[in-house]
């Protein structure tokens, strides 16, 4: 009996854990599953993504929140929301914003002048213009020092103070000293900075300028990122050493060992030696995706594999998603299906280029 229960449990999670997709249908919205069936059939006049396991939507001109169920968890009482995230969201009601926790219950908030979205846990506050960090709990875990603090991303955020900048984690720790005129994201412990008008990379606090550099990229997924020297752009590591000489006109980021490069107006794909093993012949190119495909677009945009073979046509339109929140969604494939826009209708395809559900919708937000 005891292990029937937890396989019940663990079912309930699989169930909870669903990815639906915001999807709009004759005026109203809805949801579907990733099988592209109603889970919740399109009835609202608006309505937001869903986040944390519930999703905002709008009755009479007021906003409330629904679970995956359909079923209306917290009543639309509210002028507007944000987000759910760590089980505490941002609204409006009347004229003044709370902390709400999942039941609708309102918190009580540690004085500041502000209240941020909570992100990894945590979120700003702000006093005489300075800013902090509290956690979900609605505990102060870095009292407001600096002049700002960017969004937190795997953990860490830049943070500036007194026009330099350093990094942070989430127990407010100084990891990078702030000492720099501008500083990126944190990877792999990590960073590339600038420091007056040298550019190199920061790791364990050392800074190794790399010669001759005067932009840097964010690493994302790779140990390489792409950096421009003399007007062109090569690759380097996380040791700051060229690994790829600059050479290219444009870059994106490497991804299953391959990375867009154009030469002139055409764009093709290197490998970690620099070698061109897909030729360019794009007027565009996306990174590769988990699934081994990426965007490349003629007039419209299809999908190439890793050998450069066009297995998708080109006749979509690509983008992230468009309802906030989400920003730097990638755009592609992202576990098994693309969100594509074809002759103004939105869908989702699968790596065979299917569409989902054998549908379109007036629009269709990527799967949360």
Known sequence: MK?????????????????????????????????????????????????????????????GFINKKGEQVIPATYNEVKYFNN??????????????????????????????DFEDGVAMIRQNKKVGLIDNKMQVVLAPKYDLIKSFENGFARVKLHDRWGIIDKNGKE????????????????????????????????????????????????????????????????DGNWVILPQFDKAKAFSKNLAPVSTGKVWGYINKKGVMVIEPRFNDAEVFSADGLAP?????????????ELVIPAKYGITAGIMGLFGGQEKGFV????????????GFINAKGELLGDQWFENAEPFH
Not at 296 to 308: L, Q, S, T
Not at 335 to 346: F, I, N, P, S
């Open 3 to 63: 292990h029937f229960y937890i396989v019940l449990l663990l079912l309930a999670n699989i169930v909870g854990a669903q990815e639906l997709a915001l999807v709009k249908e004759d005026g109203q919205f809805g949801y579907i599953s990733k099988k592209g069936d109603f889970v919740i059939k399109p009835k609202f006049k608006n309505a937001k993504n869903f986040s944390d396991g519930l999703a905002a939507v709008e009755d009479n001109g007021r906003w």
């Open 87 to 116: 089980g505490v969201c941002v609204v409006l009601k009347g004229k003044e914003w709370l902390y709400i926790d999942k039941q609708g219950e309102v918190l009580k908030t540690p004085e500041t002048d502000k209240l941020f």
């Open 175 to 238: 990891v990078v000293e702030v000492a720099y005129d501008d500083i990126g994201n944190m990877y792999k412990g990590a960073t590339w900075a600038q420091r007056g008008t040298s550019f190199g990379i920061v790791k364990n606090n050392d800074f190794k300028i790399i010669d001759g550099a005067d932009k840097i990229w964010d690493f994302h997924n790779d140990d390489l990122t792409y950096a421009r020297k003399d007007k062109k752009i090569g690759f380097v590591d996380l």
């Open 296 to 308: 490349v677009k003629d007039k419209d945009w299809g999908f190439v594999n890793e050998k450069g």
């Open 335 to 346: 576990d098994g299906l693309a969100r594509v826009k074809h002759e103004k209708k939105w």
